[in-house]
């Protein structure tokens, strides 16, 4: 199968590293993976600011470049999400199309190429951060507000992997405060939600924190280090390529 | 509290300038968030319930015109007199008459969002009427000249020691008294003088019944019944998305709210009144104060199913780390936050960014108001109308005219990258709000793409 490889831009510019996890990632499962070169960002930025109107000559981009692939794949649910409900073009059959065949990465694995081994050992404490877009957008995992059956996809992945010690986190899917511009615009909420979710994570005693989108990641990044803290950040496809 | 002056990220700021009292204010709504997921457990129709709620509301606002009209029928049968208020201002004026017909200056109140929404107590205190209201958490904060934080809690941005202050400062009470046993009774034995005194009494309504005309007020301190049945003169103010078909339906609803607020199966008390007692007069203010422009929006109209339970305040990461005040409205938090903007765009245009979108909101309300959706679809709205902050729209322009053309992105970002590396004073200073309390990523030398091109045939 014929996967376009999505990269947000942020991690194109500032986490190459979770970008070539991923692409090895899908290339490990057998995945025929291709980057189209082109590509910059799904617009959310400006869309969650209001400013969605601004956005049209980023569909056309994505449109663009994404067209034709069996599947779109991408290691962010959130923007993942963002293409899923608000891409439209002027080819919007096209776009149409884009829209149902992308996937996030960890839904990509386990719904489609339904990845049941890994190899990959990690031998340490990890706290998965689920990411609200992810998992409430895109029902990565069930939410605790929900009275059904507990899944997570991400965790399923997880626990493929050697010596890896997932913990429970005392709330195990509150909002990490990063928000897109929220991080900036609401700067005294948003950090003090990135401590109190980081507080959790060290309360457990992890050595790292995983998610599915390097944007939170990035926002906890942040606060660990400026609490020097030797707890380090991973995207989940960094730990699912991870070998000793 | 000087909050209801700023904009909600000033206010916030303010708020969080006391970190353990954010840590408290979190942790106690989170503990009623909590209760309410076991509520919800312990129902194993809870989902399936929250969808009739949800397509009981759905009716409701396809019907509307028809069940008022029903309901107004029914209740005059039953010897209700039925007012109906355009705006805040009829409202308010409908109920000074009232109280002056009956010849007195004083008024009883129990809890009802809508008096908040339209101000009556200041109208009325304007107007030479001493109003009470008998809700303790609503008297707290009357007391200290402060509008309730919260839908439900009201006073739950107020510690015992803060409450021991007011009670001592209004009540006598010992000073520095903060044993909630003896600041409650302080409080009942002064609200039972009022409640005996007062002819007339206000309360909400939390559910109107078409097919019968009879209305049910849902509390847990009893103060409705109190104030109605000790008073010559009942008032009832609802906002007209109060209303439900059938009285079978308050068998979904009843369920649904105290669980979803508070996590208790149900409010100590449901009180259905259905027609004034012998010599008592009752009357009903049906309020529009906006509602029908909300209805009208095919965007915005679910936001009228709400039941007003607060679960969404309580989930709320932001709420919670903001405090109620900050959100300058009678109604704090998520829904709130897209009921305020539809009253007056300009004044609330900053709410519906006081949320990550992360949607907690509409998975915990009990009747499926898409909440998130709503607040996205509004921030929309409010730039579009121009509500913005100076500069933010030619920023935002000019992020898009980078992102959307490849050469111009590439270029932005090993700029970026760049500065990041070489000079990062350019970037870690104090007019950074991300530097503020976070370090900046570390920049890499290449980006995805440089490495994707230089390995890609390897």
């Not at chain 2, 709504?29 to 076991?38: G, Q």
Request: charged letters at 20%; a neutral charge; glycine letters at 6%.
């Amino acid at each position: 199968m014929k996967v376009g490889l999505f990269i947000p831009c942020y991690i194109d510019q500032f986490y190459p590293k979770v970008a070539i996890a991923t692409l090895k990632l899908l290339q490990n499962v057998g995945c025929e993976v291709d980057y189209p070169l082109q590509q910059t960002c799904c617009g959310q930025p400006m869309a969650n600011s209001g400013y969605e109107h601004l956005t049209g000559g980023c569909n056309e981009n994505f449109v663009r470049n994404f067209s034709g692939y069996d599947y779109i794949v991408s290691p962010s649910g959130s923007c993942t999400l963002h293409i899923k409900h608000h891409l439209h073009a002027s080819n919007e059959s096209e776009a149409s199309s884009i829209r149902s065949r992308i996937y996030e990465l960890t839904e990509f694995l386990t719904d489609v190429v339904k990845v049941s081994s890994l190899k990959a050992t990690f031998p340490y404490r990890v706290g998965l951060h689920q990411s609200c877009h992810g998992q409430r957008g895109l029902h990565l995992a069930q939410m605790s507000e929900l009275m059904a059956p507990p899944f997570s996809k991400p965790a399923q992945l997880l626990n493929l992997v050697d010596g890896l010690d997932l913990v429970q986190l005392d709330r195990r899917d509150e909002c990490c405060g990063f928000g897109g511009t929220f991080c900036v615009t609401e700067e005294a909420v948003s950090a003090k939600m990135g401590k109190d979710r980081v507080a959790d994570h060290l309360r457990h005693g992890v050595n790292y924190i995983t998610g599915v989108d390097v944007s939170c990641l990035m926002h906890l990044e942040g606060i660990l280090k400026r609490a020097n803290s030797a707890v380090q950040v991973k995207h989940i496809a960094e730990i699912l390529t991870a070998t000793v | 509290m000087n909050q209801l002056n700023l904009d909600h990220a000033s206010a916030a700021v303010a708020f969080n300038k006391d970190e353990p009292r954010v840590d408290w204010h979190d942790e106690t709504l989170w503990f009623v968030r909590t209760k309410r997921d076991r509520a919800a457990a312990q129902l194993p129709e809870w989902e399936q319930l929250r969808e009739a709620a949800s397509q009981i509301k759905n009716h409701v606002l396809s019907n509307m015109h028809d069940l008022l009209a029903q309901f107004e029928e029914n209740a005059k049968r039953n010897g209700i007199t039925v007012h109906w208020a355009e705006n805040a201002d009829e409202h308010n004026a409908i109920i000074h008459k009232l109280i002056q017909d009956a010849g007195v200056t004083r008024m009883v109140k129990s809890k009802s969002m809508l008096t908040e929404e339209c101000h009556l107590n200041d109208y009325l205190t304007r107007h030479g009427i001493e109003v009470i209201d008998s809700d303790l958490g609503e008297r707290i904060v009357q007391m200290r000249k402060e509008p309730p934080s919260h839908i439900v809690l009201p006073a739950i941005h107020l510690k015992k020691s803060d409450v021991g202050e007011t009670f001592h400062e209004h009540l006598g009470t010992e000073k520095g008294a903060t044993d909630p046993q003896y600041l409650t009774e302080a409080a009942r034995q002064h609200l039972r003088d009022t409640f005996l005194t007062r002819k007339v009494a206000l309360t909400g309504v939390n559910f109107a019944i078409a097919e019968t005309g009879g209305f049910v007020v849902c509390t847990n301190e009893g103060n409705a019944d109190m104030g109605a049945h000790l008073a010559d003169v009942h008032i009832a103010a609802m906002g007209f998305e109060k209303i439900i078909p059938r009285a079978e339906h308050l068998g979904v609803f009843l369920r649904l709210l105290a669980r979803s607020a508070t996590g208790q199966p149900i409010t100590t008390f449901s009180s259905h009144f259905h027609r004034p007692r012998p010599g008592q007069e009752m009357h009903i203010v049906i309020v529009d104060n906006g509602r029908s422009r909300q209805l009208g929006r095919p965007d915005f109209r679910n936001s009228l199913k709400c039941i007003r339970c607060a679960a969404c305040l309580n989930t709320c990461p932001v709420y919670r780390r903001s405090g109620g005040h900050s959100y300058h409205s009678a109604i704090a938090g998520p829904i709130g936050s897209i009921l305020a903007p539809n009253l007056d765009m300009k004044l609330n245009a900053d709410l519906p960014f006081a949320s990550t979108l992360c949607g907690s909101c509409s998975n915990v309300c009990p009747v499926k108001i898409d909440i998130h959706d709503q607040l996205y679809k509004w921030r929309q709205v409010l730039m579009k109308e121009g509500y913005g902050p100076g500069g933010k729209t030619a920023a935002m322009k000019a992020m898009a005219t980078v992102l959307e053309s490849p050469s111009l992105y590439r270029m932005a970002g090993k700029i970026g990258r760049g500065v990041l590396r070489f000079t990062p004073v350019l970037a870690e200073n104090r007019f950074n709000p991300w530097y503020n309390q976070r370090e900046m990523p570390e920049p890499p030398a290449e980006s995805f793409r440089d490495w994707y091109i230089n390995n890609k045939k390897a």
